[in-house]
């Protein structure tokens, strides 16, 4: 059973900064990407960065600049820092470990940024 779980959402001031973590746990092959994707009231959910095991990173373009997504493959661990906030990047943030036959999500951490 893969176990993902999201820590360091919380509320903040637009312009401050928050770093969230996706720690990885169980049984799990054959890693493609991990990657961390939101979802606004409303909204579907969105892409916001991912990294291949090969060292490809995606950005949206909505992020590109502020955010940096980085892993530390011995603890099994994705970050997502994101600086610059901006009231719009209000979400709920999920964590995703694609292995090409399973997609596993962590439970979601809500990241709140004020005007």
């Known amino acids: 059973q893969v176990r993902l779980v999201e820590s360091g959402g919380g509320l903040v001031q637009a312009g401050g900064s928050l770093r969230l973590s996706c720690a990885v746990s169980?049984?799990?092959?054959?890693?493609?990407?991990m990657g961390w994707y939101r979802q606004a009231p409303g909204k579907q959910r969105e892409l916001v960065a991912l990294i291949r095991t090969a060292g490809n990173i995606i950005y949206s373009d909505s992020v590109k600049g502020r955010f940096t997504i980085s892993r530390d493959n011995a603890k099994m661990t994705v970050y997502l820092q994101m600086n610059s906030l901006k009231p719009e990047d209000t979400a709920v943030y999920y964590c995703?470990?694609?292995?090409?036959?399973?997609?596993?999500w962590g439970q979601g951490t809500q990241v709140t940024v004020s005007s």
């Open positions: 995703n470990v694609n292995s090409g036959s399973t997609s596993d």
């Open positions: 169980g049984r799990i092959f054959n890693i493609n990407t």
